[in-house]
């Protein structure tokens, strides 16, 4: 393969999928539907947190932010894949694919520090009720959020420096739906070890980092909720955490099923397929967890569409 020196006029090819023209209809009209119920439900989640003063309280300033995120999540992908099902064209300029891989690592990351974070909210509410309003004031609610920001938008530039440094070859094609920063470096002719030992350590620091905070979070969690006497007193404590260990549990499995898939088959094919669970319908059920198992939610989402009509 011979390297291409103008990257600026370079155009990847994202094979998605299937190659079959008669499933391209249904693949546009099921990730249509699921791209809008995502939007939409996340949606409703953040004005029914706006709209209601009983939900202003850090537990659902987090969800809220989360719910943004997910949105911009899903819209990082899908969009761009639906107008390549409809236009036929398989293809993403150089530009357009660095950037959309930034951002797909920005709000990816976000979710990840979102989770943790949201953790902690459990654990000070639990272990320290009484103190709870004091920590958890809103200067450390945005400190914590800014900062989650900050990190995240920090290594999404690092990864997309790193790639913007590699020279690419003539075979461009990325069996994928969306510009994946593994599945794009390798498709350079440069040497990408350095890329490699940066791709990993982030990887394994910015994911073992929060998850070791939510770990560490749930353990204490556990423990307070064994220390109450009443049966009553048990389910209450455990039902305020119920939904966020839902996200944590849906987010962390399908991202490990992801890789695990994808090393088993060593098929690339599998990993787009795999990821479809945490680009798409992670995002989608999240909405449906917290509207399902909480309570003040439901009624907060009542009130909001029944003051629509």
């Given at each position: 393969?011979e390297?291409?020196?103008?990257?600026r006029?370079l155009?990847?090819v994202?094979l998605?999928?299937?190659?079959?023209?008669?499933?391209?209809p249904?693949l546009?009209g099921l990730?249509?539907s699921m791209?809008?119920?995502?939007v939409a439900?996340?949606?409703?989640?953040i004005?029914?947190i706006?709209?209601?003063?009983?939900l202003?309280?850090p537990?659902?300033?987090?969800?809220?932010?989360?719910?943004?995120?997910?949105?911009c999540?899903?819209?990082?992908?899908?969009p761009k894949?639906?107008?390549?099902i409809?236009?036929?064209?398989?293809?993403?300029?150089?530009?357009?694919?660095?950037?959309q891989?930034?951002f797909?690592?920005?709000?990816?990351?976000?979710?990840?520090?979102?989770?943790?974070?949201?953790?902690y909210?459990r654990?000070?509410?639990?272990?320290?009720p009484?103190h709870?309003?004091?920590?958890m004031?809103?200067?450390?609610?945005?400190?914590?959020?800014?900062?989650?920001?900050i990190v995240?938008?920090?290594?999404?530039?690092?990864?997309?420096v790193m790639?913007?440094?590699l020279s690419?070859?003539?075979?461009?094609?990325?069996?994928?739906?969306?510009?994946e920063?593994?599945?794009?470096?390798?498709l350079?002719?440069?040497d990408?070890?350095?890329?490699?030992?940066v791709?990993?350590?982030?990887?394994?620091?910015?994911?073992t980092?929060?998850l070791?905070g939510?770990l560490?979070s749930y353990?204490?969690?556990?423990?307070?909720?064994?220390?109450?006497?009443t049966?009553q007193g048990k389910?209450?404590a455990?039902s305020t955490c119920?939904?966020?260990l839902?996200?944590v549990s849906?987010?962390?499995?399908?991202?490990?099923g992801?890789y695990l898939?994808?090393?088993a088959s060593h098929?690339?094919?599998?990993s787009a397929t795999a990821?479809?669970m945490?680009?798409?319908?992670?995002?989608?059920?999240?909405?449906f967890i917290?509207?399902?198992r909480?309570?003040?939610v439901?009624r907060?989402?009542?009130r909001?569409?029944?003051g629509?009509?």
């Open positions: 393969m390297p291409r020196n103008s990257t006029l155009e990847f994202l998605g999928f299937s190659q079959d023209p008669d499933l391209q249904v546009c990730f249509l791209y809008l119920i995502t439900g996340n949606l409703l989640i004005l029914a706006i709209s209601d003063a009983n202003h309280t537990m659902y300033f987090f969800l809220s932010n989360l719910s943004f995120v997910d949105i999540f899903t819209s990082t992908t899908v894949m639906l107008v390549n409809q236009t036929k064209r398989k293809t993403i300029t150089y530009a357009a694919c660095i950037t891989m930034y797909f690592l920005i709000f990816v990351e976000l979710d990840n520090f979102l989770l943790a974070v949201m953790a909210d654990y000070v509410a639990i272990c320290h009484l709870y309003t004091n920590i004031n809103r200067r450390l609610c945005g400190v914590l959020v800014l900062v989650s920001w995240s938008v920090l290594h999404a530039l690092l990864q997309s790639v913007l440094r690419f070859c003539k075979d461009l094609e990325i069996p994928h739906f969306f510009c920063l593994n599945q794009v470096a390798q350079t002719c440069s990408i070890f350095l890329n490699d030992v791709m990993y350590f982030a990887l394994v620091l910015l994911a980092v929060p070791s939510i560490y353990s204490k969690i556990v423990s307070s909720i064994r220390a109450i006497s049966a389910y209450k455990f119920a939904s966020h839902s996200l849906l987010f962390y499995c399908t991202g490990l992801v898939s994808s090393a098929s690339s094919q599998a990821s479809v945490y680009t798409v319908i992670t995002p989608m059920l999240n909405p917290y509207s399902l909480n309570q003040d439901k907060a989402l009542k909001l569409l029944v629509k009509l």
